[in-house]
Nanobody
Framework: QVQLVESGGGLVQPGESLRLSCATS????????MGWFRQAPGKERDIVAA????????FYADTVKGRFTISRDNAKNTVNLQMNNLRPEDTAVYYC????????????WGQGIQVTVSS
């Protein structure tokens, strides 16, 4: 059973920052590409960022380039999404994912975590 456990969501004001974390097993972490999707109310799920299993290649949606950074923590089998300068349109449920495809590794999904950006 694949487990992807997200943490770090919450409510922030526009311009503030959050860091999401996703903990998984060593098997998944070292053999799959990892990513973050998000789904706003009434909208489709879209890729936000992804990183290869080796950590040498990343992908970002145009809407988050320059604001979000995806990274891998090898010591903790964890993928992180640092989100800076958050905007109200970033409000969504964020999902940690793992899979074989880049830039959309969507084979395995976490439960999701809420991020709300509001003044």
């Amino acid at each position: 059973q694949v487990q992807l456990v997200e943490s770090g969501g919450g409510l922030v004001q526009p311009g503030e920052s959050l860091r999401l974390s996703c903990a998984t097993s060593e098997r998944i972490f070292h053999n799959y590409n990892m990513g973050w999707f998000r789904q706003a109310p009434g909208k489709e799920r879209d890729i936000v960022a992804a990183i290869t299993w080796s950590g040498t290649e990343t992908f970002y949606a145009d809407t988050v380039k320059g604001r979000f950074t995806i990274s891998r923590d090898n010591a903790k089998n964890t993928v992180n999404l640092q989100m800076n300068n958050l905007r109200p349109e970033d409000t969504a449920v964020y999902y940690c994912t793992a899979g074989g495809s880049m830039p959309t590794p969507g084979q395995y999904w976490g439960q999701g975590i809420q991020v709300t950006v509001s003044s």
